[in-house]
């Protein structure tokens, strides 16, 4: 690949509107209130983020040291937990099923660049995480991806494509084991 990337094109373009610019600014002021809140505290933080957006159901565990982009693109399945310090990048919509759980350092990337465009546009491509679902420690699932349910994603793996329901996938790149 030989094409050069076009950065001013890329500083130029606008992925947001000015209502989103605006949601993004208070929804940065408002973290820390997430974020320095007490552990138990799970009820106050699901309703911050249903504040923003989010559509959380009931039992929703989230820890306070999770790190959120963009909350209004947040679905959350009842009795799901989402553990310390995952990152839910969600410049496009995330969706984590009932029961689901998120180990800690688990991240969730649901935004890329286009890299056939010179001027590396923004892609917003949705993640799925199914019902009884688990995305274990320091794994990673990438754009567009879906987690099946009751799939479970290994300890440091790389999902940049789908894990089938039951399925176990495990290393980088993720290699897809047997359903369970």
Known sequence: MSMQVDIRANRAQRSWGRKTQAARVLWALCA????????????????LLRLFGARIGTGVHIHPTVR?????????????????HCILYALGHIHIGARATLS??????????????PARRLIKAPIHIGAD?????????????????RAVLGARAVAMKD??????????PMQIKAAR
């Open 32 to 47: 820390p209130v997430f974020r320095f809140s007490p552990r138990l505290f799970w009820g106050w933080r699901v309703m």
């Open 68 to 84: 959120i982009m963009m909350p209004w693109h947040l679905q959350i399945g009842d009795q799901a937990a989402i553990g310390d």
């Open 104 to 117: 800690q350092y688990a991240h969730l990337c649901a935004g890329s660049h286009d890299l056939a465009d």
């Open 133 to 149: 679902a688990w995305v274990c420690t320091d794994a990673f699932v990438g754009p567009g991806v879906r987690v099946g349910d």
């Open 163 to 172: 894990l089938p329901a039951g399925c176990v996938g495990v290393g980088n």
